[in-house]
């Protein structure tokens, strides 16, 4: 600084010379930042939720592994700058005088708007590609998909033949059941997929509002009566996963939860056409209405009462449906 020089020695009494405060705090910045951004990628990421079973999931995973990414410089921001206020701009002993009076720094404030504009923008961006390249991320799109997965529609499904695999997803006070359209419309109180294949649920309900969340799957749609509520997610790894009622639905929603798994596509096409034919011969094909993708409720005694047979489950208090006591006028299911 000019006040210094020693050709002037006149000049008013220099001021005490300021470190580069900017500079250093940027510097710590920087190295805590790659760090902490090191450490989130390549140890924390692999094992961040809900893993890397289906295309969904992982999509997911990558989502939150790329927000935490942004999101640790940010803190680490503040935590720096609060450490260094209190370590190096602490109030000393007798030095009672303000700290310098700051407006207009044209720097800073460019830099804090384009840095959050360029932050803000930029996760629109992401969340938008995110949302539409894994065919509506995992979630409901409601009956008429706008992002569909790719795959081929068919009636009947084969393994290894890329066959996008309908499973309709049924809510009920207080269960989930399964039906497999493209096997003759069979119902399983077990959700099993095939490995690598594209899967469409069609989610709805036979009362109340309930949710389909399969959170290992990277799936989480409501079931709603009288709505066929598509999700779309392709299986990558073999597994066990839970699936849980993510909405209160009554008295039992904390019990609304079953287990699925993903087996390999032959063992899958093993599995459902044997169901098939067990349901075929029981008689409970014949029994359950007709495959639609939303029932109404005249036919909601039929379906579970149907597969109770098979499966042997009932629902809360014995009943697979709410209602009035059996044998009574209007039971809807008397186990
Ligand atoms: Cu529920």
Redesign the pocket.
Known sequence: MAAESPAAPAAPAPQRQEPRHGLRIFAIWLVLSLAADLLIWFLLYPHLPPGDMTSSASHQQFDIAIMAVMAAPVVIFVWVYFGYALIVWRHRPGDEADGPHLTDNVRIEATWIIATSVIVLGLFVFGTVELIAPAGAGAGEGPAPIWKISGVQTTAWTPGANDILQVQVI?Q??SFTYRYPQFGGMESSQLLLPNNTPIAFHVTSLDVI?SFWAYLLGVKADANPSVDNVAYTKTKQLGQFVVR?N?L?GLW?GA?FNYGRVVTPSAFNTWAMALQTREQNIGVLAALPAYSLTYDPTVVPQLGKAVIKVDGITGANGYYYPGPQAGTPGDPVSP
């Open positions: 809510g006070q207080w309930h009622c909405e639905c929603h609304m």
